[in-house]
């Protein structure tokens, strides 16, 4: 086990590493971020209200607004009426929404890995993988 300084030295190199793959991933993006996150929240919990992405990722609902009506333009989502409240509406991911989503996760884990492979040193790799399997049940 860490001591309390050296497992404070390690978040912080992990803070940090992560900071730099998430801009690095950005960057490969080839969807807009906002769009992204309302695909993906909707795959993670099913057909919402509009302002539920917006509360869940803590942004103003006018920008998941924005996203959800570029979204539908597109056909990635699509709009019901809500079962129980007719003042509001549910949107849910269409199967376009639900390929599209699913390619953009392969090609960042295909980018991730080849990312990997390039930086990672032969005696790195084993040690990350080792790490996780110790560190993440």
């Known amino acids: 086990m860490l001591s309390a300084p050296a497992s404070a030295a390690?978040?912080?190199?992990?803070?940090t590493a992560l900071g730099k793959l998430t801009r690095r991933v950005k960057l490969e993006?080839?969807?807009p971020l906002g769009q992204a996150s309302v695909l993906g929240a909707l795959d993670r919990a099913g057909a919402m209200?509009?302002?539920?992405?917006?509360?869940e990722?803590?942004?103003?609902p006018q920008s998941v607004a924005r996203a959800v009506g570029l979204l539908m333009e597109q056909g990635l989502?699509?709009?019901r009426a809500h079962p129980t409240d007719?003042?509001?509406s549910l949107v849910e991911l269409s199967s376009a929404g639900q390929a599209l989503l699913e390619e953009e996760r392969g090609r960042?884990?295909?980018w991730l890995a080849r990312a990997i492979g390039a930086e990672l040193t032969g005696d790195e790799r084993p040690q990350g993988g080792h790490a996780r399997s110790r560190s993440c049940p």
Not at 57 to 60: E, M
């Open 49 to 55: 209200t509009p302002s539920e992405p917006a509360a």
């Open 108 to 110: 960042r884990a295909d």
């Open 86 to 88: 007719g003042r509001k």
């Open 57 to 60: 990722q803590r942004v103003r």
């Open 29 to 31: 993006d080839q969807m």
């Open 10 to 15: 390690v978040a912080a190199e992990l803070r």
């Open 77 to 79: 989502i699509t709009r």
